[in-house]
């Protein structure tokens, strides 16, 4: 680097990189000029202090940023396998929710039943049918509650249209969320 440049400080303008006017020689300064130029558009395309801080060159910096590139491509690509998928079901009758089911219930007097308890088992449900008071959602035994209370023998009630429940489970019981 010449004693004349500021980079990588500063980008190089035309006290450091004067345009060449060829009046003396046969040197041709539209090469100059355009080296010249090539220089101002490298540094303006690195930009200042193009090694960072905590870096000795550009090459150091861009194999740590091809490193820290793979680590979050492994980290989304374990996002995307663990992302839940839920399965959106519309009943017209009874039914038994599975793992990740999310119930739009489209009649009325329907009963949703819920699956043994599983840890961190989720299902969501909603009343889309227009009528109240006639959407049930009940546990599968005695003993298995929701929130604390039997939904076996005492199953809860959405009473409004597009009321929804989320419900997970602890393996044990059932929780609203």
Do not use: C, H
């Not at 399965?87 to 009874?94: A, C, E, L, T």
């Not at 449900?125 to 008071?133: A, Q, R």
């Not at 035994?141 to 009321?163: F, K, M, Q, V």
């Amino acid at each position: 680097m010449s004693d004349y440049s500021i980079f990588p400080k500063a980008i190089d303008g035309y006290a450091q990189l004067p345009l060449t006017v060829d009046r003396v020689t046969s040197v041709s300064a539209e090469g100059i000029n355009r080296l010249r130029s090539a220089i101002i558009n490298i540094e303006n395309e690195l930009g200042v202090l193009p090694s960072g801080e905590e870096f000795v060159n550009v090459s150091e910096r861009l194999d740590r940023l091809s490193q820290d590139l793979s680590d979050l491509t492994a980290l989304v690509n374990v996002l995307v396998s663990t992302a839940e998928a839920w399965n959106v079901v519309s009943v017209s009758s009874d039914y038994a929710a599975s793992s990740l089911d999310f119930v739009l219930v489209k009649s009325n007097g329907i009963t949703v039943t819920l699956p043994d308890p599983e840890e961190n088992i989720k299902i969501a449900v909603k009343n889309v049918n227009g009528f109240i008071d006639e959407t049930f959602i009940k546990t599968n035994g005695l003993g298995i509650t929701i929130d604390g209370d039997d939904a076996y023998t005492e199953p809860i009630e959405l009473t409004s249209l597009y009321e929804q429940i989320n419900l997970i489970s602890d393996g044990i019981n059932w929780f609203i969320y």
